[in-house]
């Protein structure tokens, strides 16, 4: 089963730049028909997606957040990366990396999630 974990500290200042990791592990980001997603829930909110990154290494970002929003991939340890720059609290939020099957149209593994604060 594909697992994935995110990493990364849970206090940034504003102005800062988010960074995240996601290891995954029991399968290979190189897989040509998956989607390795950032998504985020703040507080009191509901789920946003942030972005994605496929296997030939092309992105796609969400409309609110492509301007700050930059996801890179590693291969060789596979994993996958989130940077959010410029962030203000409003980015305060819990962010998950997630992997979509584009074959089956779902989301098949979620990581657990990790709080990112954004204060000063």
């Known amino acids: 089963q594909v697992q994935l974990q995110e990493s990364g500290p849970g206090l940034v200042k504003p102005s800062q730049t988010l960074s995240l990791t996601c290891t995954v592990s029991g399968g290979s980001i190189t897989t040509n028909y998956i989607y390795w997603s950032w998504i985020r829930q703040p507080p009191g909110k509901g789920l946003e997606w942030v972005g994605s990154?496929?296997?030939?290494?092309?992105?796609d970002y969400g409309p609110s957040l492509k301007s700050r929003t930059s996801i890179s991939c590693d291969t060789s340890k596979n994993q996958f990366t989130l940077q959010l720059r410029s962030v203000t609290p409003e980015d305060t939020a819990v962010y998950y990396c997630?992997?979509?099957?584009?074959?089956?149209?779902?989301?098949?593994?979620w990581g657990q999630g990790t709080q990112v604060t954004v204060s000063s």
């Open positions: 990154i496929v296997y030939d290494g092309s992105t």
């Open positions: 997630a992997r979509r099957d584009s074959r089956l149209g779902s989301w098949t593994s």
